[in-house]
């Protein structure tokens, strides 16, 4: 059974950076992508970044520069390292793992990752 933990959140004031962990136990597929989304109250899900089996990285425009997804495959553990957070940084985000696209790349939509984490609260104030 796939299980994800996230840690690292917290409450911090704009300019400042936190950096996510997630623990990631179960998985099988040595391919698996990883990926961080957040969601903020009254807002769709949104795809942070994500990093595949070899780790090409790609992040959504709003992070681009500002934030750095990796991994420690010898601790099973993804990262999401945020630095000039902003107030629209402010939502839960979650860790996520799925199987990569048949081209082998990794989906943005969230409706490709299979497992999720319970997620964790960044809260960036002004």
């Known amino acids: 059974q796939v299980h994800l933990v996230e840690s690292g959140g917290g409450s911090v004031q704009a300019g400042g950076s936190l950096r996510l962990s997630c623990v990631v136990s179960?998985?099988?597929?040595?391919?698996?992508?990883l990926g961080w989304f957040r969601q903020a109250p009254g807002e769709q899900r949104e795809g942070v970044a994500r990093i595949d089996r070899t780790g090409i990285t790609q992040y959504v425009d709003s992070v681009k520069g500002r934030f750095s997804i990796s991994k420690d495959n010898a601790k099973n553990t993804l990262y999401l390292q945020m630095n000039s957070l902003t107030p629209e940084d402010t939502a839960m985000y979650y860790c996520?793992?799925?199987?990569?696209?048949?081209?082998?790349?990794?989906?943005?939509?969230?409706?490709?990752?299979?497992?999720w984490g319970q997620g964790t609260q960044v809260t960036v104030s002004a």
């Open positions: 996520a793992a799925g199987l990569p696209l048949w081209n082998g790349y990794c989906a943005a939509s969230s409706g490709y990752f299979a497992y």
């Open positions: 179960g998985l099988t597929r040595s391919d698996s992508c």
